[in-house]
């Protein structure tokens, strides 16, 4: 199949081309920016989604499409910029592909449709109300519902492939990640919790200003665990590979996330002995997440079987971190 594959620039977008041709598909990659490092075989159009023109004749040939490309951000103020990236962009899309040979469109959305830090019941799964709590979540529910339309308006398969939290192993030891900087550093999560005022956290985090050798490993102040779905991009990546060859049809919509959820504290411990880092027990408030998810119906429609879990995520984030440079510290605590 020729398959166009947007947000192909990011972290799953690259992954999922990748794995694409690998498999001998053909794929046009769509993005704002150039990709960091090309693909042999990719044709990337480069340039924004919203701009795309109706009836775009360069994605004429393209039967399936897998709509990556997106904006994730938590910052209130980027509201009005997550509905032009995520709902106005995909409108866009969607009228881009009409009259294409497209039969099949798969949407990346996401586990934030749901109210993932305080659900009805647990484990989470598609059966529950969609009643995000994010701009980002929000936004996702407006184009899981244009997919659908366009569905049933163009007469495609659609599937909305709700994802949990993903990661390249390599980004969880690495300070200046974007997710696992704050979530897993002392002195990042420190940098965030100041600037979001929140002072109990401050307080317990302040002896580890500026010292990027010791892990953060969270509890709630209720005795819960911090615990959330973490998914490895190229598992995730083969769900979506899975969910365009599939052969469902109507519309579809499917969690894709690991088998079990991530004890972040449990996890944090464990990362920071494998790789010779101090860790601190801290205390976060009741708002910090504490869910579980089910792929039950990933593993049942798509056969979605991840493999990366707990400990092969521990051996390849610590074997990243030694390929990066970055070194044991001295005196683990
Ligand atoms: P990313 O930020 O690494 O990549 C997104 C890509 O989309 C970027 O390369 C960006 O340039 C591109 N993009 C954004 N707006 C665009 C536009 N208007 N036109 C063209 N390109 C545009 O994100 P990612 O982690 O690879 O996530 C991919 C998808 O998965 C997104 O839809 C995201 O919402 C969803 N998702 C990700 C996670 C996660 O944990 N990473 C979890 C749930 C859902």
């Keep these: 199949m020729r398959i166009a594959v947007t947000g192909t620039s990011g972290r799953i977008g690259a992954t999922v081309a990748e794995q694409l041709l690998a498999r001998g598909h053909q794929v046009t990659g769509l993005d704002l920016v150039e990709p960091r490092e090309p693909l042999a075989g990719v044709d990337h159009i480069v340039g924004d989604l919203g701009e795309l023109p109706r009836s775009d004749p360069r994605l004429a040939g393209v039967s399936a499409v897998a709509h990556l490309g997106a904006l994730m951000s938590w910052d209130d103020a980027d509201a009005e910029r997550l509905f032009a990236a995520n709902v106005t962009a995909t409108m866009s899309l969607l009228r881009a592909l009409e009259g294409s040979a497209v039969r099949r469109f798969v949407l990346a959305s996401s586990g934030e449709v749901y109210p993932e830090n305080a659900p009805a019941y647990q484990p ?69 919790e100041r600037a979001n005022g929140n002072a109990p956290v401050v307080a317990q985090l302040a002896p580890y200003e500026d010292d990027d050798s010791v892990l953060l490993a969270a509890r709630r102040e209720d005795g819960e665990p911090v615990r959330m779905g973490i998914l490895a991009a190229s598992d995730l990546a083969r769900g979506v590979v899975l969910a365009l060859e599939a052969g469902t049809s109507g519309h579809e919509v499917i969690g ?41 119906r990933a593993r049942e429609v798509l056969g979605f079987r991840p493999e990366i879990d707990r400990a092969r995520f521990v051996e390849l984030a610590v074997q990243a971190r030694r390929s990066a440079g970055r070194g044991l510290r001295s005196g683990a605590r």
């Design 256 to 296: 894709l996330g690991p088998d079990e959820s991530t004890d972040l504290g449990r996890f944090a411990r464990e990362l920071a002995a494998a790789a010779g880092l101090g860790v601190v027990e801290v205390t976060l408030p009741v708002t910090a997440p504490s869910y579980v998810t089910s792929n039950a």
């Design 124 to 192: 989470l799964d598609e059966r529950h109300p969609r009643q995000p709590t994010t701009w980002y979540g929000a936004t996702k529910v407006l184009a899981e519902d244009l997919v659908e339309f366009a569905g049933r308006k163009f007469g495609w398969s659609t599937v909305c492939l709700r994802f949990s939290h993903t990661q390249h192993p390599a980004e969880i030891l690495d300070p200046d990640s974007f997710f696992s900087g704050p979530r897993f550093f002392a002195s990042r999560r420190l940098l965030r």
